[in-house]
């Protein structure tokens, strides 16, 4: 119900965007958060927004990651720039019915490298 996409291979200090689309069912009131794992470790929160568009990001991020919505198209993106090695993981989506709420929903991830 949810798909990420945009991931890839990139040096450090450059930039992805993420985009995160709901394909089949309409999730516009829905916080939808982005997450990241690394094997061997739970999910680690990145950022989300919720359907009215407030805002929320991990300390690790700010100011390098930022995280929006366009209802029109269904769609959610993280632009991240500024990336780490420390970035590396598989980032997935989620979709909760609050930005405070268990995220119920969740897709297939998109893997992102990012090499020193």
């Known amino acids: 119900q949810l798909q990420a996409s945009g991931g890839g291979l990139v040096q450090a200090g450059g930039s992805l965007r993420l985009s995160c689309t709901t394909p089949g069912r309409t999730f516009d009131t829905y916080a939808i958060g982005w997450f990241r794992q690394t094997p061997g470790k739970e999910p680690e929160f990145v950022a989300a927004?919720?359907?009215?568009?407030?805002?929320r990001s991990a300390g690790s991020v700010k100011g390098r990651f930022t995280i929006s919505r366009n209802n029109a198209n269904s769609a959610v993106y993280l632009q991240m720039n500024d990336l780490k090695p420390e970035d590396t993981a598989i980032y997935y989506c989620?979709?909760?019915?609050?930005?405070?709420?268990?995220?119920?929903?969740w897709g297939p991830g998109t893997q992102v490298t990012v090499s020193s």
């Open positions: 989620a979709a909760a019915t609050a930005l405070d709420e268990k995220y119920g929903y």
């Open positions: 927004v919720s359907g009215s568009g407030w805002q």
